[in-house]
């Protein structure tokens, strides 16, 4: 169907509109890490807590407002994340946008996680390390296989897509996963170095849900991890109901956040 000149007008009004305010906005300062250790979260929030083992993969349901520590209490071990809408899967985590429209590779505390479709799906709200990785994705069978020879291991590819069959979705659904806890830096030549410095014991982070959301998470080693043998440690997964601040820093940081939760305030309406 052709549009009119009264809709071509009226979306480049809008466009304009949004650059103006980009342009007007400045951007809010990331705030420094959590703290360590992790303070204990209240036991009338909890709603659940799971623990993944090494190598092994979880999938649950995140309905808005609540949110998933993601902690490692036995020492490091990457965790690649990946997320869908539940009202339409099609509709699933981005991390070329997140990282695009925020100006920053950093996904840290006061940042948020956007969907393919310019919506937040989740927010980061605690964070105490900021070394994840938003642009190398996860190991699979052939990485594994040049990195650990010899032995059988599973992957972050192989469990993803046992992730996605369990809910009912396919190979092709799979984003690019972010990896939590894998200290990734991008050199001035543009290649990738492993920052271990940037890790700390019982490291953790918190991601409150925009919007409902299927959620995947696998426990593997990731590809650029440089520790000679394949040994990823158990990590905790807790869900809870969250908080929502009325000076919340992720709702606010970036005129690409607060677009971002116009669209979701559009897409609820």
Do not use: M, V
């Given at each position: 169907m052709s549009r009119t000149a009264q809709q071509i007008a009226a979306d480049r009004a809008r466009y304009e509109e949004h650059q103006r305010r980009g342009?007007?906005?400045?951007?809010?300062a990331l705030p420094g890490p959590s703290p360590l250790p992790a303070p204990p979260i209240p036991t009338d929030r909890v709603i659940h807590t799971e623990t993944i083992p090494g190598g092994w993969y979880f999938a649950t349901n995140l309905k808005r407002g609540e949110a998933i520590r993601i902690a490692q209490p036995n020492g490091p071990s990457s965790v690649a994340?990946?997320?869908?809408n539940v009202a339409d899967p099609s509709e699933r985590?981005?991390?070329?946008?997140t990282v695009k429209v925020q100006w920053t590779t950093a996904i840290a505390k006061g940042r948020v996680i956007f969907s393919d479709m310019g919506r937040v799906m989740f927010s980061v709200i605690e964070d105490s390390s900021g070394?994840?990785?938003g642009l190398v994705g996860g190991s699979t069978a052939a990485s594994n296989?040049?990195?650990?020879?010899g032995i059988t291991t599973r992957n972050t590819r192989d469990n993803l897509v046992l992730v996605a069959g369990?809910?009912?979705?396919?190979?092709?659904d799979i984003p690019l996963a972010l990896s939590l806890f894998a200290p990734v830096r991008v050199k001035n030549d543009g290649g990738f170095v492993w920052r271990p410095e940037l890790s700390h014991p019982g490291d953790y982070i918190e991601l409150r849900a925009e919007m409902d959301l299927l959620v995947g998470l696998s426990n593997c080693p990731h590809p650029l991890d440089p520790a000679p043998d394949y040994a990823p440690r158990m990590v905790e997964v807790t869900?809870?109901?969250?908080t929502i601040a009325a000076d919340d820093l992720c709702r606010t940081a970036t005129a690409e956040a607060v677009r971002g939760f116009e669209n979701n305030a559009l897409a609820e309406a």
């Open positions: 342009l007007q906005f400045a951007p809010k994340l990946i997320a869908w985590l981005n991390l070329p946008d070394a994840h990785d296989a040049a990195r650990y020879p369990k809910l009912g979705l396919t190979r092709r869900r809870f109901r969250a």
